[in-house]
Structures are given as structure tokens and as C-alpha cells.
């Protein structure tokens, strides 16, 4: 996956699976957050990895940040649309 993503690394996607990835093997949380917040600056609209991000935030015991970030991956009344 890091190769990928040093082939193309403005791919929201990959950064995110990576971010997944790294939390299964264990990975210190900031290398997943990194991840996860690079899909996020990439995709600001990318409901999955503000959720993901939201994940780890709530393991962290930052539940102000984690409601941020849930908040952000919920669609947006104009989205329902």
C-alpha cells in the first residue's frame, strides 16, 4: 500500500485502507490518524475516514474531537437531497 501510495499519493482511498490497515496490525494511533486525516484533506466530504477518524479519537478519550469528526461524516441536510 505505501508503494501505491508513493506512486499516487493524492488517492483519499488508499490513505484511508492504509489507515485501516495499520490499526489492524496494531500501529501507534498517530501513524493511523495520519492516514486517516490525509483522506480527509484530500476528501473533505469523505464520510468514511471522518468517521475513522472519529473511531480513534474515541479510543484516545477525545470525545470532543470524536464528535467533530462524527458530525462531519453525517450527511449534511443539503446532502439528503
Known sequence: MRQALAAKPDR???HNLLGLLLGRKGADSSEVLAEFR???RL???FAEAHNNIGLVLAQSNDENAAATE???ASPHPAQLR
Do not use: G, K, L, V
Request: hydrophobic fraction near 35%; charged fraction near 50%.
Open 70 to 72: 462524527f458530525r462531519e
Open 12 to 14: 483519499p482511498d488508499a
Open 43 to 45: 476528501r473533505p466530504d
Open 38 to 40: 490525509e483522506a480527509a
